[in-house]
């Protein structure tokens, strides 16, 4: 059972574009979701991530939009590089919980 | 700091044979935690330790064995590998058991054939 779904699945962005990569829950205890960039042959690495007491966060290029009600929340990539070329995963998790529910990944390529 | 080393790299394994990832850390941190990761699955927890001598399951903990002896190793151990079991294994850790502040080690590339 997924409960964090994650798309596109791939996704293919001019050089200067933006990015757009969406997930939805379905548990409404989740309160922190972070973003991470993967790699080919790396492990994942954290890239931003938001609290539900705010609606967008903004680090660089990278913004996160987060809307409660809907149960969704989004990783905007403004004026996309080649170099952002990678996998990203969204994910969740919930109070004191140990464990982070990931998405199922988004293979994002930036033509030059 | 090193920070999370796994090895192998890469293991190709023959259906049934068992074997032992290794994971260490550096960094003092209480809390390692296991992950495979699918295509199309995003990473599934197998096993996570909030410090030595204490493991618990994660959401795919069949097929897995763990111990935490000490805080900087975290072995994942296959008793008797299964063609399911061909994955990409991550190895994490982290300070506190809040999640969000963990560091993911480069990965075990596993064969079972």
């Known amino acids: 059972q997924q409960q964090v779904k994650q798309s596109p699945q791939s996704l293919i962005v001019q050089k200067g574009g933006i990015s757009i990569i969406n997930c939805a829950y379905e548990n409404t205890a989740f309160d922190y979701f972070p973003w991470y960039q993967q790699f080919p042959g790396k492990g994942p690495a954290l890239l931003i991530a938001?609290?539900?007491?705010?609606s967008e966060k903004k680090e660089g290029r990278f913004t996160i939009s987060f809307n409660k009600s809907a149960k969704q929340f989004s990783l905007h990539i403004m004026d996309s590089q080649p170099g952002d070329s990678a996998t990203y995963f969204c994910a969740a998790t919930a109070g004191s919980a140990r464990q982070l529910t990931f998405g199922s990944g988004t293979q994002l390529t930036v033509l030059p | 700091n090193a920070g999370v080393t796994q090895t192998p790299k890469f293991q190709v394994l023959k259906t049934g044979q068992s074997m032992t990832l290794q994971c260490a850390q550096d960094m003092n941190h209480e809390y390692m935690s296991w992950y495979r990761q699918d295509p199309g699955m995003g990473l599934r927890l197998i096993h996570y330790?909030?410090?030595?001598?204490?493991?618990d399951q994660g959401e795919v903990p069949n097929g897995y064995n763990v111990s935490r002896s000490t805080t900087e190793d975290f072995p994942l151990r296959l008793l008797s590998a299964a063609p399911s079991q061909t994955s990409v294994y991550f190895c994490?850790?982290?300070?506190?058991?809040?999640?969000?502040?963990?560091?993911f080690g480069p990965g075990t590339r596993l064969l079972v054939l």
């Open positions: 994490a850790s982290s300070y506190s058991p809040r999640v969000e502040t963990q560091y």
């Open positions: 938001i609290r539900p007491d705010v």
């Open positions: 330790s909030v410090g030595a001598g204490i493991t």
